[in-house]
């Protein structure tokens, strides 16, 4: 028998063996490469993907054990939870007890503030004061200026200072000036309120608030007149208001009569409490 070369017949590869005086060219078999798991292969689109299985590396945080924990209120012990819980329950009946009586404090008048009006007045006054009142209320339909005089002793004798217009040098100030102080607004006009508000026609103190206005108005007026110089010491001072109605616009037959009418108080005597702090007076009448 012929003996083959290592090519077996048909292409395949052959391998020898050998048997007595003859040798037999077995057939040899291809051997095909087994094909490689998914998770083995590697593409040159990027890095091999992550094994999976015990041995994996473990990514990310470690998973939480046990029941989350709790937040707000709900993290307190009992007893702290009952005291929050209390403290939350006064503090919104006060909410709700200041915004009733500041409710009926501006509203229009009612059967609810006729019977319990001297309550609310005294939860309202003096800290939670509301000047507006609600449903269209009334426009000023006034013009006050408020006037004051002073006695001064001169080097030679005493005398009395022509009327000067305190709100006329507000109106000066807040003339033509885009941004006007709130003093130059209101102190002097809620001040000269605070006073008619808390005293009778003949100029009685209606209580404590009155004696509080009275001294306002002073220091107030004090405050003014030290800005100017008269060449003396002020020995007292006399306040008055002047009062015009609004007159009717051209369009409307209404006649409104526009002459003034005039409110004079009494003559103060300054005192020491009376001056602004720092200026001389103040500082002369210390000493």
Not at 44 to 71: F, H, I, K, Q, Y
Not at 135 to 158: C, T
Not at 181 to 204: I, T
Not at 244 to 259: L, N
Request: charged letters at 20%; glycine letters at 10%.
């Amino acid at each position: 028998m012929d003996s083959y070369d290592d090519k077996g017949v048909g292409g395949g590869v052959g391998e020898s063996v050998s048997g007595g005086d003859e040798s037999v060219t077995a057939p040899r078999t291809r051997t095909v490469p087994e094909p490689r798991a998914q998770s083995d292969a590697r593409t040159d689109s990027g890095p091999p993907a992550p094994r999976v299985g015990p041995e994996a590396p473990r990514v990310g945080p470690e998973p939480r054990v046990g029941p989350e924990p709790r937040v707000g209120m709900a993290g307190l012990s009992f007893p702290y939870q009952v005291v929050a819980a209390v403290a939350l329950s006064v503090i919104g009946l006060i909410a709700c007890a200041q915004m009733a009586m500041v409710f009926l404090h501006v509203a229009p008048s009612n059967t609810l503030t006729k019977q319990h009006g001297e309550a609310v007045d005294q939860w309202i006054y003096p800290e939670f004061e509301q000047n507006w009142k609600l449903f269209a209320p009334n426009p000023l339909q006034q013009n006050v200026v408020v006037h004051v005089r002073a006695e001064i002793s001169g080097p030679d004798k005493r005398r009395t200072t022509p009327w000067m217009s305190l709100s006329g040098e507000d109106a000066e100030a807040i003339r033509g000036n885009p941004l006007p102080s709130h003093v130059q607004q209101n102190e002097l006009r809620r001040g000269w309120d605070f006073y008619l508000g808390s005293h009778d026609n003949q100029n009685r103190a209606n209580g404590l608030r009155g004696e509080l206005s009275e001294q306002y108005i002073r220091r107030i007026v004090m405050l003014r007149l030290s800005e100017h110089d008269y060449g003396g010491n002020i020995l007292r001072i006399q306040v008055r208001s002047e009062v015009r109605s609004v007159a009717a616009p051209a369009w409307s037959g209404e006649k409104i009569s526009t002459k003034p009418s005039y409110r004079v108080l009494p003559w103060w005597t300054v005192t020491a409490a009376d001056l602004p702090k720092g200026s001389a007076a103040s500082e002369e009448a210390d000493q």
